[in-house]
């Protein structure tokens, strides 16, 4: 095996890990902390993609904003108690039937997907560097990208309007 | 050993380092990080204490030198206490997330024009990114404790690091837009007399002033785009917020929540979170130095036939270079670490609600004009 | 194009104009936003334009939809006079919103690569999020919220999923683009991409309510405020629509044998829950709920025997859903809010007892939309009901046919039920205000349904 290879195959049974455990965890904390260390890990496979720029993206908007912001919450909320069980035994039944039909089903496409042949003489060493994502950015998908600053803009519109103070309302 | 080659499009180089620098770089900085410590912690005291018209420590050692290591053997001995009710393993993983994640951050610092860890094209941004993690192990630190006092610490610094990432964020991407890379060796070329573009005095071509051979405090980043002198000291302020440094020291405020997020840790754990703020303080002060105050480039400029800049310091790939390079970087990293203890002997904290008023209210308006301050003035230099 | 450039703008515009102390200006302003907006639509009319490297694409069908969109934007706005009267409402946002809400619907519609729908379908669903949750003191308008918010992230996470493999399987994300890779591979396409279509068609089949994916439907309807909820079940659908028909006949329409059978079962299931589950109900409002899933299937029903009559029945129906639906929804606004019994605004039929007698032009306009909902020959609802039963026909898919024709028989049934509390139910005595300018849209939408239910050939040809 190559370096890279078990540099892959070590990273990716760290993702699968970390992965379950967030399904699998009881305590709520210690499941956004493995979805961090999941990730994490994802960013590893973005530079081993050599997309770096997104591998550094990741890290800061989800495992350091996003899942910040969740952890923040859910130690406000003190999630700690063992909330009793709300789902019947049909509805687990049911849930594990159809993730289970669709695994199967993904497991089966994705083995029998021929994917084409690398040609390594294409490889460009800046694609998925910043200068390229940038460059595409503002040339092919400059649509997208801009109209993208209205999803945003209505998503902190709406915070703010259902956040805001009212006259009735004392927060402190 | 380095190779040079410039590619026609954006004229960027591209560094190939031998692998034994790269090795070299993480034992040294680990020292350094580490080592600082010991000099970081006298130096504290001794200025809180000349603050203070006092002495500071004074019974170990000539000077109390050895006051430091005193402490350390103290740190050692201590029993490593777990309380009860933590969660343990989050309680015992927190103190190694900080550290780790605050010195991988020193993988992608240039200390000498040769050595630097990493020279990803996406320096910079991977440090902010890496930085931004330590929120989680404090996160982790302050809830593994089951402690009110840590969870409120806990909290209080997330709150200020999450917050003051923004005008961080924009007072580096002002350097960045100026410089045109993430690369932090790429960024210290720049701002030298080994620079692979001219120079002009403030940046400005139209003035027609070639300052490239001048060198020394005209090439560097504070004056090729004066605003960024401004810009400097709000990355100032920010990085005092991110490494929970008074006057932003709301975290660990002893007067209200005994310790903050590091209330229940005892012993050599204690001694690694300590080491990692110190740590912290080296890094912010280095970034401060390698973006805004000319990285390892000296300070003094040629001046007619006086060489000043040549004399002091050696072209890049020499020893002489190397060590110049490392002596500059390290004196203006420690004279703004000097000046980080001096704001922390001198100004009180502050209260929550200032803390917030002036990171969402003031730097962040002044962080975004002076980004659109250094597009143009970006226009103007090329 | 311009639209949407436009509709930006205004939306900003708006937010600026909350400033303002006087709230006067904020629903004028708005309609004549809207008004401008669907005047530079028409600038396009008979051509067919690409946009921005194959982002965009305005023809004569994606005109058409956008006027249904604006049109029924513009009248929920002029129903909207009850936000300038409420202190605790914050209307410029929630007219910004709207406005935006519909930069996300134009795009939806004419979307030409998958980037676009995917941008379009968040900026729509994130502004029906907020809108679901606005009134913020009520318990069941959160839970709308939540549960819209909730689910449709995961649809949309689906969705996106769904168009990854879609890339992964032809390397594109044009719409155009994934037509040719299916044809120029007719009998070797990847199995990626059939992945593709079943995870994309199950993140927009959500968006437009269709089973089993409509679970959030009636919450979701019952707790949001009235006229968002109007705005929500005519908008949304549209849209979706659109842009399932885009997506199924231009890009997949290579590989129908595959997606018609998934789709034919979906939309009889469709018709089968929405129609039998809205007999059920005691509150109007979940009624229309259960009903806007049945139509959802009606509309399916064009797009499982997807023919050259397609685009056409679908415009008509959406129109005429759209309008009979929000007039139905400005009536049940005014009722329930001068109605009110012990738990606040009541929502139930008997809401409706004797309507008609105080009010008989209310009792008129609900009428003729319920009938039109029902599908009775003289209103716009007919002619839709029945050129999506052509295209069946044309198909040869006469079972699918059989089943729905039963099913709109028992949708008479639930729809009668408002006309016979209003007619023939005694009620309270004294009458419900309306203001003029709700009477007049009120008026307007009933004529325009009566009118499609007169002469149907009025829209014919245009697409």
């Known amino acids: 095996m190559k370096p890279i290879e078990i540099v892959f195959y070590v990273l990716t049974g760290i993702t699968l890990l970390s992965a379950i455990t967030v399904v699998t965890a009881r305590n709520p904390i210690h499941s956004v902390l493995a979805l961090i260390a999941t990730f994490f890990c994802l960013s590893g496979h973005y530079i081993l993609m050599n997309a770096q720029f997104l591998a550094a993206v990741n890290i800061i908007v989800y495992a350091g904003a996003i899942m910040v912001l969740f952890l923040f919450t859910i130690m406000f909320l003190n999630l700690r108690r063992e909330d009793e069980e709300s789902k019947t035994n049909l509805t687990k039944m049911a849930a594990v039937v159809v993730g289970g039909i669709l695994m199967v089903t993904m497991l089966l496409v994705f083995r029998a997907v021929q994917l084409p042949a690398v040609n390594e003489g294409n490889f460009d060493a800046r694609t998925g560097l910043v200068e390229q994502l940038g460059i595409m950015l503002y040339s092919d998908y400059l649509l997208p990208f801009e109209l993208a600053s209205v999803l945003l803009l209505v998503a902190m519109v709406g915070a703010v309007m259902l956040g805001k103070r009212e006259a009735g309302d004392r927060h402190f | ?382 | 194009m311009l639209p949407i450039i436009l509709l930006s703008v205004f939306g900003i515009v708006l937010l600026f104009m909350g400033f303002l102390k006087s709230k006067v200006l904020l629903l004028p302003a708005t309609l004549v936003f809207i008004l401008a907006a669907l005047a530079t639509t028409f600038m396009d009319w008979g051509k067919t334009y690409l946009y921005f490297q194959n982002m965009l694409l305005t023809n004569n069908l994606a005109i058409l939809f956008t006027t249904i969109v604006l049109l029924s934007a513009f009248m929920v706005v002029a129903l909207s006079n009850s936000f300038i009267e409420d202190e605790q409402a914050q209307p410029a946002e929630y007219y910004a919103l709207l406005l935006f809400s519909l930069v996300g619907a134009i795009m939806m519609i004419s979307f030409e690569n998958l980037i676009m729908l995917f941008v379009g379908v968040e900026i729509l669903s994130v502004a029906m999020y907020v809108l679901a949750g606005s009134d913020k003191h009520s318990p069941r308008s959160n839970e709308a919220a939540l549960k819209y918010f909730l689910m449709g992230a995961f649809a949309t996470g689906i969705m996106l999923f769904g168009i990854a493999l879609l890339y992964g399987a032809t390397g594109t994300f044009v719409v155009s683009g994934i037509k040719s890779y299916v044809y120029t591979n007719a009998y070797g396409v990847s199995l990626l991409l059939y992945m593709g279509i079943i995870l994309l068609l199950i993140g927009m089949l959500f968006k437009v309510s269709a089973a089993p994916f409509h679970f959030w439907t009636p919450d979701v309807y019952d707790g949001t405020p009235g006229l968002f909820t109007a705005f929500m079940s005519t908008v949304v659908k549209t849209a979706g629509f659109a842009a399932l028909f885009r997506v199924l006949s231009v890009s997949f329409v290579g590989v129908y044998s595959f997606w018609w059978g998934t789709l034919a079962a979906l939309t009889c299931l469709t018709l089968l829950i929405g129609n039998v589950t809205a007999v059920y109900q005691t509150s109007f409002k979940r009624m229309m709920a259960y009903s806007s899933i049945s139509h959802a299937g009606y509309l399916l029903i064009g797009l499982t025997a997807l023919g050259t009559q397609t685009k056409q029945a679908l415009v008509f129906y959406s129109l005429a859903y759209s309008l009979a639906t929000i007039s139905a929804f400005g009536v049940l606004l005014v009722v329930s809010r001068q109605r009110q019994d012990t738990n606040g605004v009541n929502e139930n039929f008997d809401a409706f007892n004797g309507l008609a007698r105080q009010n008989p032009l209310l009792g008129f306009v609900m009428a003729v939309s319920m009938l039109s909902l029902a599908g009775i020959p003289l209103t716009a609802g007919f002619w839709g009901k029945f050129m999506i039963f052509t295209t069946a026909a044309d198909k040869g898919i006469y079972w699918i046919l059989v089943f729905a024709v039963l099913m709109s028989t028992v949708g008479i049934y639930y729809y009668f039920r408002v006309i016979i509390a209003m007619y023939f139910r005694e009620g309270a005595a004294e009458p419900v205000k309306v203001a003029p300018f709700y009477r007049y849209v009120l008026i307007a939408a009933t004529i325009l349904t009566l009118v499609l239910g007169l002469a149907p050939g009025l829209l014919e040809g245009l697409v």
């Open chain 2, 1 to 382: 050993m380095i190779i040079v080659e410039t590619r026609p499009a954006l004229s960027l180089r591209i560094y190939i380092h031998l692998p034994f620098t790269i090795l070299l770089a993480l034992p040294i900085f680990l020292a350094l990080s580490s080592g600082f410590v010991v000099v970081g912690v006298y130096l504290e005291r001794k200025i809180s204490a000349f603050i203070q018209d006092r002495l500071g420590p004074m019974e170990v050692g000539k000077w109390g030198l050895l006051q430091l290591f005193a402490d350390l053997l103290k740190l050692l001995q201590k029993e490593d206490i777990v309380p009860a009710a933590a969660d343990r393993k989050l309680f015992l993983l927190a103190p190694s997330v900080i550290f780790a994640s605050v010195f991988a951050g020193f993988a992608v610092m240039p200390l000498t024009p040769d050595l630097q860890g990493s020279a990803t094209a996406v320096g910079v941004f991977y440090l902010m990114a890496i930085v931004s993690f330590d929120v989680v192990g404090i996160l982790m630190a302050g809830w593994g404790s089951n402690n009110k006092y840590s969870l409120l610490g806990a909290m209080r610094s997330v709150a200020q690091i999450v917050s003051y990432e923004i005008p961080l964020g924009l007072t580096i991407l002002c350097v960045v837009m100026i410089c045109q890379s993430l690369n932090l060796q790429e960024i210290s070329f720049q701002q030298g007399i080994y620079t692979y573009e001219p120079n002009y005095l403030f940046g400005i071509r139209a003035l027609g002033i070639d300052v490239t051979d001048w060198g020394g405090i005209f090439s560097w980043n504070i004056l090729r785009n004066p605003f960024l002198l401004i810009a400097y000291v709000i990355f100032f302020i920010a990085t005092l917020a991110e490494a929970n440094r008074a006057p932003f020291d709301l975290p660990e405020g002893e007067s209200e929540i005994v310790a903050g997020f590091n209330t229940e840790y005892s012993g050599m754990r204690f001694a690694l979170l300590f080491l990692s703020e110190y740590a912290m303080m080296l890094l912010v002060a280095f970034l401060g130095a390698i973006l805004f105050l000319g990285s390892w480039n000296t300070p003094l400029p040629n001046i007619g036939p006086v060489r000043l800049a040549d004399w002091t310091s050696g072209s890049p790939g020499t020893v002489w270079g190397n060590l110049t390079g490392a002596f500059w970087l390290l004196t203006k990293a420690l004279a703004a670490i000097m000046v980080q203890m001096w704001v922390r002997w001198t100004l009180p904290r502050l209260r929550v609600d200032q803390l917030m008023f002036l990171c969402w209210k003031v730097l962040t308006p002044i962080g975004i004009v002076l980004l659109l301050i250094s597009g143009v003035w970006r226009l103007l230099m090329i």
